[in-house]
């Protein structure tokens, strides 16, 4: 029996909520914490790099516990519920911090409200996309469903980082602090609603067996894989370098670009760079693999990326106040990270075939889970390094630090976010020329021998 129109809704509906709540947290909590709340820098950055290497390695456990579940109402869908319904109420905590804390008590607050968020998003997170086999039966069904998803949550993601400065700066009438809380509330409100929908709407029609993954076998099946290594790295370096500056543009938009309009134009900045990073991935994408073979398509990808970043460093050196100058360096940037995101789900899948032919056994859901992980590993990385910059320089919402970093520090902020991330991605372009193997023609020769 195909799904009911209202099953993919409500199940499209669900990663809508899911990942606004998720972008909210993971491109605004470093600003929260060490802007608004005032904690340092550097031992916040440290919070956000444990929490995320812990976050990573506590996925292959919760799989390993939703997959022994057993409820009448399924096996999944409990674990939505309940792990949402608890995640609405730390992230309404973790954006309300009281005002009487002092210093300390706010690190240990951020640091037990942070780690929470991380347990309990999990919950909800690891059985949301593993229950798709329960109740999308045929192969067509399901990948047309775990696309549907993937968009929604793209538009999740999209409305948290278009929104939340402006809405925090009007519900709290200036005031951050207040205006967080009161975001975040509405947020987690409809966090629930969306998973209560989705809840009542959505029926387990099959018992699956979950395959789980531990960290181990993750390592073990990734040492054995050449070319999965190499994807790997590529994954870690360039997320560090993109999620750097994307950890550090409110504070460029605040302290450097500057002005009372600042929330104005970061909102602005973000809606043209989310809209590239979609529009490259389903136009320019396509467009370009007409042109070349895939591994030029990598290579074109990262020289856009190096390019914008080099406009990016010379416009803000300028002292320029035209927001529209700097749509420029943000199209090569956005568009970039949209087409490297693409072609490395495809070079991991590649990466699953040849380790079929080098090793005699197919370790795809492994390779694909050490994905996830190494991705929450390179935001860890980028949190700390973007909070050891906001530490150097001294960039803090406190006036007189305001005031010394707008004259002496502001070029530190501008290089952190510009020429660390083009280093990165320079030792990307060659790690990947040298150890990666799998061209067309070589896939062709995989190909066959599988069929073989």
Same mark, same amino acid.
């Given at each position: 029996?195909?799904?009911?129109?209202?099953?993919?809704?409500?199940?499209?509906?669900?990663?809508?909520?899911?990942?606004?709540?998720?972008?909210?947290?993971?491109?605004?909590?470093?600003?929260?914490?060490?802007?608004?709340?005032?904690?340092?820098?550097?031992?916040?950055?440290?919070?956000?790099?444990?929490?995320?290497?812990?976050?990573?390695?506590?996925?292959?456990?919760?799989?390993?516990?939703?997959?022994?579940?057993?409820?009448?109402?399924?096996?999944?869908?409990?674990?939505?519920?309940?792990?949402?319904?608890?995640?609405?109420?730390?992230?309404?905590?973790?954006?309300?911090?009281?005002?009487?804390?002092?210093?300390?008590?706010?690190?240990?607050?951020?640091?037990?409200?942070?780690?929470?968020?991380?347990?309990?998003?999990?919950?909800?997170?690891?059985?949301?996309?593993?229950?798709?086999?329960?109740?999308?039966?045929?192969?067509? &069904?399901?990948?047309?469903?775990?696309? /549907?998803? %993937?968009?929604?949550?793209?538009?999740?993601? @999209?409305? $948290?980082? +278009? #929104?939340?400065?402006?809405?925090?700066?009007?519900?709290?009438?200036?005031?951050?602090?207040?205006?967080?809380?009161?975001?975040?509330?509405?947020?987690?409100?409809?966090?629930?609603?969306?998973?209560?929908?989705?809840?009542?709407?959505?029926?387990?029609?099959?018992?699956?067996?979950? &395959?789980?993954?531990?960290?181990?076998? /993750?390592? %073990?099946?990734?040492?054995?894989?050449?070319? @999965?290594? $190499?994807? +790997? #790295?590529?994954?870690?370096?360039?997320?560090?370098?993109?999620?750097?500056?994307?950890?550090?543009?409110?504070?460029?938009?605040?302290?450097?670009?500057?002005?009372?309009?600042?929330?104005?134009?970061?909102?602005?900045?973000?809606?043209?760079?989310?809209?590239?990073?979609?529009?490259?991935?389903?136009?320019?994408?396509?467009?370009?693999?007409?042109?070349?073979?895939?591994?030029?398509?990598?290579? $074109?990808?990262?020289?856009?990326?190096?390019?914008?970043?080099?406009?990016?460093?010379?416009?803000?050196?300028?002292?320029?106040?035209?927001?529209?100058?700097?749509?420029?360096?943000?199209?090569?940037?956005?568009?970039?990270?949209?087409?490297?995101?693409?072609?490395?789900?495809?070079?991991?899948?590649?990466?699953?075939?040849?380790?079929?032919?080098?090793?005699?056994?197919?370790?795809?859901?492994?390779?694909?889970?050490?994905?996830?992980?190494?991705?929450?590993?390179?935001?860890?990385?980028?949190?700390?390094?973007?909070?050891?910059?906001?530490?150097?320089?001294?960039?803090?919402?406190?006036?007189?630090?305001?005031?010394?970093?707008?004259?002496?520090?502001?070029?530190?902020?501008?290089?952190?976010?510009?020429?660390?991330?083009?280093?990165?991605?320079?030792?990307?372009?060659?790690?990947?020329?040298?150890?990666?193997?799998?061209?067309?023609?070589?896939?062709?020769?995989?190909?066959?021998?599988?069929?073989?």
């Amino acid at each position: 029996m195909e799904l009911k129109t209202k099953e993919k809704v409500a199940y499209g509906i669900g990663a809508v909520g899911k990942d606004l709540v998720y972008m909210l947290t993971a491109s605004f909590i470093l600003y929260y914490f060490e802007d608004v709340l005032g904690i340092g820098a550097v031992s916040i950055g440290v919070l956000l790099m444990v929490a995320r290497v812990f976050d990573a390695i506590n996925d292959p456990f919760m799989g390993v516990v939703v997959a022994k579940t057993r409820t009448k109402y399924g096996k999944f869908r409990p674990w939505l519920l309940g792990g949402t319904v608890l995640n609405a109420i730390v992230l309404f905590i973790m954006f309300s911090a009281p005002h009487s804390f002092g210093e300390k008590q706010l690190l240990i607050f951020a640091w037990v409200t942070y780690i929470l968020w991380g347990v309990t998003y999990t919950m909800m997170d690891i059985p949301y996309w593993s229950m798709i086999p329960a109740f999308a039966r045929s192969s067509k &069904e399901r990948e047309g469903l775990a696309q /549907m998803a %993937r968009t929604c949550a793209g538009v999740g993601s @999209a409305i $948290a980082t +278009v #929104i939340t400065m402006m809405m925090v700066y009007q519900l709290g009438g200036g005031d951050e602090r207040l205006g967080f809380s009161r975001f975040a509330l509405i947020v987690a409100v409809i966090f629930v609603l969306t998973a209560v929908f989705m809840f009542l709407s959505i029926q387990e029609k099959s018992t699956v067996e979950m &395959e789980t993954t531990s960290v181990g076998e /993750m390592f %073990r099946a990734l040492i054995s894989n050449d070319q @999965a290594v $190499a994807v +790997v #790295i590529v994954i870690v370096l360039f997320n560090c370098s993109i999620y750097l500056t994307s950890n550090l543009v409110i504070y460029f938009f605040k302290y450097d670009f500057g002005g009372e309009g600042w929330r104005n134009a970061y909102t602005m900045f973000n809606t043209f760079g989310g809209a590239v990073q979609i529009l490259s991935m389903m136009i320019l994408y396509p467009a370009f693999r007409k042109l070349m073979n895939i591994k030029k398509t990598f290579y $074109a990808a990262i020289a856009m990326a190096v390019m914008g970043y080099c406009v990016l460093l010379l416009l803000a050196s300028s002292n320029m106040q035209n927001l529209f100058l700097l749509f420029i360096p943000g199209f090569f940037i956005f568009g970039a990270n949209g087409l490297v995101t693409v072609m490395t789900t495809v070079f991991l899948a590649n990466s699953v075939d040849y380790g079929e032919v080098k090793n005699g056994h197919r370790d795809e859901s492994v390779i694909f889970s050490m994905q996830t992980f190494v991705v929450k590993l390179a935001s860890g990385v980028a949190a700390l390094l973007a909070s050891l910059c906001l530490g150097i320089f001294h960039i803090s919402d406190n006036a007189d630090a305001a005031a010394e970093a707008a004259a002496s520090s502001i070029m530190g902020l501008r290089l952190t976010m510009t020429v660390i991330p083009v280093i990165g991605l320079i030792i990307v372009l060659i790690s990947f020329s040298r150890r990666f193997k799998l061209t067309e023609e070589k896939m062709e020769e995989i190909a066959a021998q599988l069929r073989k």
